[in-house]
């Protein structure tokens, strides 16, 4: 982990959402160019395929489009999410929630899980939905910092097909 983290602000309310964007943006800033050693594991429909790779050879323009496209941060959102917030004193964590009021829109839940004393997120787990014509695809996100990145799709087609696919990132 780089000192350069910065702590990250939760905002809520009156005011602005979590922006993952900006998240992104920091955790590439304190992370880049450090040697690690990362395991992709592809699981489709079950079945496991493993690549031991590095951080450099990771197409992290595809990992981060991912996730940017979940962030909810834009004004248009604001009351469109139900928040909550509580301190874990047993994990000595704060978690945040936001619950989409809406079926339709892209983000379905944010939590995150955070250190109270210094506001660093240590966890960021996320929900998508996507329903269209001809079926319905769903998300979820996983990020634990320089732990493990975990994206996992299910799609659903009218015509009855399945798709079940995961990809776990783990640093070594």
Known sequence: MSCKQKEQAVQTGEGTYFSIIDYVADQWEMNMGQPYGIDKITFANGKPDTLHTNAEQVDWAAIFKVFTATDI??????????????????????????????????????????NPRNGRISSVYIETLKNGTFGTRTQRLFYIPTTSIVIQEFEAKASGDKKDIRVEYRFL
């Open 73 to 114: 941060s834009d004004a248009k959102y604001l009351d469109k999410y139900n928040f909550s917030a509580y301190a874990d004193s047993a994990n000595n964590t704060m978690n945040f929630y936001y619950d989409a009021k809406d079926t339709k829109l892209f983000t379905q839940k944010l939590y995150l899980t955070a």
